[in-house]
C-alpha cells in the first residue's frame, strides 16, 4: 500500500479521504462497515468505477487479516496513518491537517467520530451516522458530545449517511433535515457467507476449548451496554433452566462484565452454564456462531443490527428482539429461520430457550443467506457511498 506524501501540486482527480482507523479492531459494527466499505471500493476500483483517487486514513497499516487478505488489491489505494484515536481531542487538530497537507476535496467520517465545523476549511464532508445509541443511553459526556460536536458537525455535511430506513427517520427528526441531505447504505453481510463452512480444526478446537457440543448450546454476540439487553437475556436464561440442565449460553463480545448467573438454591447439576468469551478473530467467531443451536439477539436498540443477520447467512436461526431495524432487514423472513420477540417480555425469551432446546425453531434454509447476500452486499454499499462522493465533488459518471 503506498503511504501518501503531501503534494505541491493538485492531483489530476480530486482526493477523498475515508475514514477506516477502526477496521482491524474488534469494534463490532464500525469496524464491519468500514472492511464492507473497502472491499466494494476495491471491486469498483477493478471495474474502473471511480472518478476519483480514495485516500485511506488508517490508525496503522492493515494487517493480511480476512476478508482484507489480498493485499495486492489492497495496495492500489493510497493511505495516511493517523496517531488521533477515533472520537480523541487529538483528532480535532490532526485530520484538519492531513487534509489541508494532502489537499483532501471531501472527508468521509463513517463512524461518529466528528470535528467542529470551524477546523473544517475549504474541504466538504460526509458523515455515516449509524444510531443515536449514546443519546438514549450514554455518559452526560456521550450526551454533550452528541449536541455540542456531532450535531453541528452533521448539520454541516454534504451528505448525512444511514445505515437503515429507521435510524434515518430518528435522525432526520433529531437533526431536522430535510429527507434530501440522507442516503441510505445498507450494512453489508455478503462476506459472512465464506464463513458458513469453517475448517474443520477451527471447528474442534473452538468446540474443545469451550467444552461445547455442538448444536446443543446458545450464542449470543452482545457487550455489557445497556441497550443490548444482556441482563435480561440472562436472566430469562435463568428462569429457562430451573429444574433441567440447560444448554450452555455463550456470550461473545467485548467489555463484558464478571457473568454469574448461578443461583445457591439450585442444585449444582442444575445450575446454567454461561460462558462469556471475548472477541475473537472472525473465523473463531463465525465458528462458535455456525454451530450453535441458534443465536439470541434481545436488544432494546440498533441502528442496523447485524448479529441475527448474520446467523441467518450462516444457516442458523435467529431468536431477535421485536424492533424496527430487526424488522426492516428480516421481517421478510420470519418463521423462515427468524423469530421476533418483544425484548421487555421475560417469559417469552424464557420459553425461546425451551422452543430451540426442543427443536421447534427450524434452521433457515440456504436461499434466506443468498438472498440476504444480494441484498446487503459490499458492492451495494460501496455503490450507493460512491455515487454520493461524486455527486458532491460534481463530477459525471459518463467521464
Known amino acids: 500500500m503506498k503511504t501518501l506524501e503531501a503534494m505541491p501540486n493538485k ?27 473497502l472491499t ?29 487478505s489480498d493485499q495486492v488489491r489492497v495496495a492500489a489505494f493510497s493511505s495516511v496513518i493517523a496517531k488521533a484515536k ?76 444511514t445505515v437503515s430506513k429507521s435510524i434515518q427517520s430518528e435522525l432526520q427528526e433529531w437533526l431536522k433535515l430535510s429527507p434530501e441531505q440522507f442516503k441510505l447504505a445498507y450494512n453489508a453481510i455478503d462476506w459472512v457467507s465464506r464463513y458458513a463452512h469453517p475448517a474443520e480444526q477451527v471447528s474442534k478446537r473452538v468446540l474443545s476449548q469451550f467444552g461445547l457440543t455442538e448444536g446443543r448450546y446458545f450464542v449470543c454476540l452482545a457487550n455489557s451496554k445497556p441497550h443490548k439487553n444482556l441482563e435480561f437475556l440472562l436472566e430469562a436464561y435463568r ?34 452454564q454461561v460462558i462469556a468469551v471475548p472477541y475473537q478473530e472472525l473465523e473463531s467467531a463465525y465458528a462458535l456462531v455456525k454451530h450453535s443451536a441458534a443465536l439470541f439477539s434481545p436488544s432494546l436498540y440498533e441502528g442496523f443490527g447485524l448479529p441475527p443477520v448474520e446467523a441467518l447467512v450462516l444457516g442458523v436461526p435467529a431468536i431477535a428482539a421485536k424492533i ?31 422452543e430451540v432446546t426442543s427443536g421447534k425453531v427450524s434452521r433457515p434454509d440456504s436461499r434466506v443467506g443468498h438472498e440476504l447476500c444480494e441484498r446487503y452486499s459490499a458492492i451495494a454499499l460501496a455503490r450507493t457511498v460512491n455515487a454520493s462522493y461524486q455527486e458532491i465533488l460534481d463530477i459525471s459518471v459518463s467521464l
Not at 11 to 35: A, M, N
Not at 48 to 60: K, M, T, W
Not at 129 to 142: E, Q, V
Open 11 to 37: 492531483s489530476p482527480k480530486e482526493k477523498v479521504l475515508i475514514d477506516l482507523r477502526q477496521i482491524d479492531s474488534k469494534s463490532g459494527g464500525f469496524s464491519t462497515y468500514q472492511r464492507s466499505l
Open 40 to 68: 466494494g471500493l476495491m471491486s469498483l476500483r477493478e471495474q474502473q468505477e471511480l472518478r476519483y483517487e480514495p485516500v485511506l486514513l488508517l490508525s496503522a497499516p492493515l494487517a493480511p487479516t480476512e476478508p482484507l
Open 86 to 161: 477515533p472520537l480523541s481531542l487529538a483528532e480535532w487538530f490532526e485530520i484538519p491537517k492531513i487534509i489541508a497537507t494532502h489537499q483532501i476535496a471531501l472527508y468521509h467520517s463513517t463512524t461518529f467520530s466528528s470535528i467542529p465545523v470551524g477546523l473544517m476549511k475549504s474541504v466538504k464532508w460526509i458523515t455515516t451516522l449509524h444510531d443515536l445509541n449514546h443519546l438514549h443511553y450514554g455518559s452526560l459526556f456521550h450526551r454533550l458530545y452528541y449536541q455540542l460536536v456531532l450535531r453541528p458537525f452533521a448539520l454541516g455535511a454534504s451528505k448525512v449517511m
Open 239 to 272: 428462569m429457562h433452566a430451573q429444574g433441567e440442565k440447560p444448554w450452555p449460553l455463550v456470550i461473545l463480545g467485548s467489555n463484558l462484565k464478571p457473568v454469574n448467573p448461578v443461583n445457591a438454591d439450585v442444585p449444582e447439576n442444575s445450575r446454567p
Open 324 to 354: 424496527a431495524p430487526h424488522l426492516e432487514s428480516l421481517g421478510a423472513y420470519e418463521n423462515r429461520g427468524v423469530s421476533f420477540r418483544n425484548p421487555r417480555e421475560l417469559y417469552d425469551w424464557s420459553a425461546a430457550f425451551a
